[in-house]
């Protein structure tokens, strides 16, 4: 397949592919891009409209929004991949075992599963943030902790179904370990759909934190975070309203791009199961 | 019909069983001494009155005693008492529950109508500048942050446009309701207008649509009777499901509009370290969802007489 080919085809995976590396690119070299320090804090320049010293304007305590935004996609982007890397290893890992075993640890694992799956994500991390108080560190262990349920069943079926696979019997016929098995025979066969359940995740968990620090259970106040960084802005709403515009056009644009990323692998690596036209 | 409604409702009992052990383990080991904090302000820091509250709340005794006390409790409806307020926890939530059900309901209602109606009308104009505008604007719905919309609308509606309240109650008139009920149903909406174009278009070839074309129906009633009836049914189920979900997100659309209901009364009670309030905020919205759940999958059974439960 030839690149032009590729990219006709697949261009939900071009266009998220481009935006959320964008987005990386940002997060890796903000104090290169960001105009100002993100320490910067001048309360002469409260509330300055956008223009060209701030070219989004400044907040309430005359900090640059652009340069918070800038910053503020490290938080985010951190938050998604580190929380849903807890999620997915704990899917993968109780879905192997559950599917792999069957009986009771089955019973046991998916009985757990559907506990936590019949109440709603963002009340279960609320109530785990309530316990844990504000702060980045906190609202990773929140998030990972509460969105693993998907990844465990969707593992969970791949694995009954490759368990009964010829090559397994093979594999256990030539004395392989359980672990062995699992991490060399069933794993890379069930990576794809674990892959798009990932992305699609992340950009799930990056607007759940931003959701939680709205509410202002999340990051602590002062902090770059994007939807702390909403918190306040009603407050200013008539005066300044730039304050509440961009930083959510920040989270829109990522979670979009993301998710049109996620739907594209998905029809990439699953042509048959086809994504919702 | 019967057995899989009654095996059903014994499967429900250990999953609510469950969720109250969750909830109630999660809340009770809250760090922060809730006596301690409470009775400042009545009382100062006298360990007396703090003795006095700890045994009042039953704080004292060992967490396998409490638990089975919240679920004796829980089953007679009683909640327990406010740390903060000095209420029972039941009155408190009575109060407030209205607001967030109307809420929630209005939120519903207009993500299926918006939503279906959007779903059905692109699937049959497939590929039609209609089709193509609402599925962007569903791919846009289901990315949009929700109190960031709440905050915009009430900018561009409220603020410069100035026709709607920005925010608050009222009187609990249209008014007031048409933005947050919007906020709150968007991404359900956009949601349901794919789901129910892809089961449309799912539907749209089957044979017993072309045998009623050839039959020589009027193409309305195809399209109402043949194709809208039977691509309904699994979007009764996601809109059911997403019911309970709602219910979740009115947390966020009730702090960004002011309203007083459970979700803001939840957000509130942790500000206040009052954990009896929170956790029955969390227990009703949970249960809730569970409830409902639990219905949809009874009404799967009835809309689809395919569907045989043995």
Redesign the interface.
Known sequence: MTMWKFIRKNNAIVIGGTVVSLIVIVAIFAPFIAPYSVKMSDLKYALTPPGAQFLLGADQYGRDILSRLIYGSRLSLMVGLFAQMINTLIGVTLGLFSGYYGGKIDDTIMGLTNIVLSMPILILSLAIMAILGPGIINLLIALGAVGWTYTCRVTRAETLSIREKDYIDAARALGCSTFRILRKHVLPNILGPILVIATLGVADIILMAATLSFLGVGAQPGTPEWGAMLSRGRDYLYYAPWISIFPGVALFITILGLNTLGDGLRDFLDPYRKTLK | MITFLVRRLIQFI??LL??TL??FI??N???GDAALLSGNPRGGTDPKVIEALREKWGLNDPLPIRYVRFLGNLVKGDLGISFRLDRKVSEVINERLFVTLRLATCGMLFAVIGGVGLGFFSAIHQGSAFDIIAMIGA??G????????G??L??LVG?LLGILP?SGYGGGDLAHLILPAFTLGVRYMALLA??S??AV?DVVHEDYVNTARSKGLAERVVQFRHIFRNALIPVITIAGLQF??M???T??VE??FSWCGIGSL??ES??RRDVPV?QGC?LI??VA??VI?LLVDLAYGYLDPRIQYD
Do not use: H, Q
Not at chain 2, 142 to 149: C, H
């Open positions: 250990p999953t469950g969720v969750i909830i999660l809340l080991v809250m760090p791919v846009t289901m990315s949009i942050p929700n109190f960031w919309l905050l915009m009430m900018y603020v920005t794919r789901m174009r892809s278009l309970g979900g219910l979740a997100s947390v966020v702090t960004v939840l957000v942790i500000f929170l969390i919205i949970v969802f569970l759940n």
